[in-house]
C-alpha cells in the first residue's frame, strides 16, 4: 500500500532562478531545492513537493524545476499561463495537496532546520487544537526580515504552515489579494478561531535581499523621494 502524504509544501514561482537575482548572483531555486534536500535527508516525515510555476519563462530557474521532478520523491510540477496570480497559484496547489499540514514557501528561501518537517507535525501534534497555523523563525541578521504581524500573533509569510483543515475551512486565499495574501489568510482563520503560535526552534534563511527586483525597487523609490 502507498505511504500516506503526511506535509505537502507549496511552491509558487514566477520568475526565482538567476536572472532574478542582482548579478546573477544567486539561483533562489537551485538553493530552495538544494536546502530542501538536505534539511529532510534524515527526516522519516513522508512529503510532497507541489510547485506551481506561472509568469514568463526563466531557463535557469526551468532547469532547476526539471531536475528537482527527475531526482528527488513525490515532487509534482504544474505550469500555469502568466497571468495567473500567487493567491490562485497557491489555491490549486492547496485543492491538490494531500498533506494534513500544507506549507506555504517562497523560493527565495534556503532551510536550515535538520528533519525541520517532523518537528513541525510534533509541534502540531502537541499544541491545541485550535492552533492553526506555526510562525517560523527567520535567522540571519544580514537578510531582509520577512516577519509579519496580525493583532498579537507573529508569523512569516515565506515559510508559512497551517493546516490542511484550516484551508478547507476559510475557502482558501484571496485571490483579489495580492501582497498581502498571508495577511489576510491569518486574519480570516483568527477570525474563525484559529490560533497562530510560533514554533522559534523550527528556521530558515530568507535571500529576498538578492532580488533583483526588490533591489530596482528600492532604488527606484530613493529617486522619487530624492
Avoid at 21 to 30: E, I, T
Avoid at 72 to 83: D, F
Avoid at 119 to 128: G, H, I, R, T, V
Avoid at 180 to 199: E, P
Wanted: charged letters at 25%; proline letters at 4%.
Amino acid at each position: 500500500m502507498p505511504v500516506p502524504i503526511e506535509l505537502s509544501i507549496l511552491l509558487p514561482t514566477f520568475h526565482d532562478g538567476e536572472e532574478s537575482s542582482v548579478n546573477g548572483s544567486c539561483n533562489f531555486l537551485d538553493n530552495f531545492i538544494d536546502s530542501l534536500v538536505m534539511s529532510l535527508s534524515e527526516d522519516p516525515t513522508y512529503v510532497e513537493l507541489l510547485i506551481g510555476k506561472g509568469g514568463p519563462n526563466d531557463p535557469t530557474a526551468c532547469d532547476v524545476m526539471d531536475r528537482a521532478v527527475g531526482d528527488w520523491h513525490n515532487v509534482s510540477l504544474y505550469r500555469y499561463g502568466k497571468k495567473i496570480n500567487l493567491s490562485k497559484i497557491l489555491n490549486r496547489l492547496s485543492k491538490i495537496a494531500s498533506g494534513r499540514v500544507l506549507v506555504k514557501c517562497n523560493a527565495d528561501i534556503e532551510f536550515v532546520t535538520p528533519s525541520w518537517a517532523e518537528k513541525l507535525l510534533n509541534e502540531f501534534d502537541n499544541a491545541p487544537s485550535n492552533v492553526g497555523i506555526l510562525g517560523t523563525n527567520q535567522i540571519g541578521i544580514s537578510d531582509a526580515s520577512t516577519t509579519e504581524s496580525c493583532g498579537d500573533s507573529e508569523f512569516s509569510g515565506c515559510f508559512y504552515p497551517v493546516r490542511q483543515e484550516v484551508f478547507k475551512e476559510i475557502g482558501g486565499w484571496n485571490e483579489k489579494s495580492e501582497s498581502m495574501c498571508d495577511f489576510d489568510f491569518t486574519l480570516q482563520a483568527q477570525n474563525n478561531g484559529w490560533k497562530v503560535m510560533n514554533a522559534p526552534e523550527i528556521e530558515f534563511i530568507s535571500r529576498k535581499n538578492y532580488r533583483k527586483d526588490l533591489v530596482d525597487d528600492t532604488k527606484s523609490k530613493s529617486k522619487t523621494n530624492a
